[in-house]
């Protein structure tokens, strides 16, 4: 089992609604990333805070809205999706931003189809 | 921009038998890290070796690292069913732009 917990696991939602993904770590670590991932490929860096502070957006539209109450939780705020955004929406932490000798460690996603 | 890439490949074996894949970049790196992405689910750290490491174990896992061919493969012995995953290569650019690159993947099935 991950220590970094996403919900839901999947989520259908039309192009007018209005969703969150939710991402919730309890190991202490202070950088937090969205990536999303399509089939067969790579995960695509989204977003990545650093001490609760939005240290980088890669130029994601602003459908998807990034958010870290604190710490502990991440959230990525969804609104006009189109279905080109069906992917799978990976959480990862890692104890800091900037220090790769720290591995990232993700959730199992959020399955999201847009229709 | 610094990206991992492996060669493409889908590798079929036998359990039992050992799977080797690879890994190329384009720039110098501090660390190369290697992740397994079971279907459907997140991905999950199976080993880092550093820029000045020629050689890393970890179990039934071997990396290597060659930085002068900018190069790095993953071999994996005695294969067990568990192991059909896809894999991913990951660098951090020593110039980099602190984004870790991902590499394309190589999707393993081992055969039981």
């Known amino acids: 089992d991950t220590e970094v917990t996403q919900t839901p696991k999947h989520l259908v939602m039309g192009m007018t609604n209005k969703k969150s993904l939710k991402c919730e770590q309890h190991?202490?670590?202070?950088?937090m990333y969205w990536y999303k991932q399509k089939a067969k490929k790579p995960p695509e860096l989204m977003f990545v805070y650093s001490y609760e502070k939005l240290s980088i957006n890669e130029s994601v539209p602003s459908r998807f809205s990034p958010e870290c109450p604190n710490s502990s939780l991440l959230n990525l705020h969804l609104h006009a999706l189109q279905p080109e955004d069906s992917a799978l929406y990976l959480c990862?932490?890692?104890?800091?931003?900037?220090?790769?000798?720290?591995?990232?460690?993700f959730g199992n996603g959020t399955r999201l189809t847009v229709t | 921009s610094q990206q991992g890439e492996e060669d493409p490949q889908a590798l079929s074996i036998q359990e039992g038998e050992n799977a080797t894949m690879n890994c190329s970049y384009k720039?110098?790196?501090?660390?190369l890290q290697w992740y397994r992405q079971n279907s459907g689910r997140g991905l999950v750290h199976l080993i880092l070796?550093?820029?000045?490491?020629r050689e890393k174990h970890s179990g039934r896992l071997r990396v290597t690292l060659d930085t002068s061919k900018k190069s790095s493969s993953l071999l994996i012995t005695a294969s067990r069913a568990a192991d059909t995953a896809s894999y991913f290569c990951?660098?951090?650019?020593?110039?980099?732009?602190?984004?870790?690159?991902f590499g394309k993947g190589n999707q393993v099935v081992v055969i039981p």
């Open positions: 990951a660098t951090d650019a020593y110039y980099g732009n602190n984004r870790l690159a």
């Open positions: 190991m202490g670590h202070r950088a």
């Open positions: 720039t110098s790196i501090n660390n």
């Open positions: 070796i550093r820029s000045n490491e």
């Open positions: 990862a932490s890692s104890q800091y931003f900037r220090d790769y000798n720290s591995p990232l460690h």
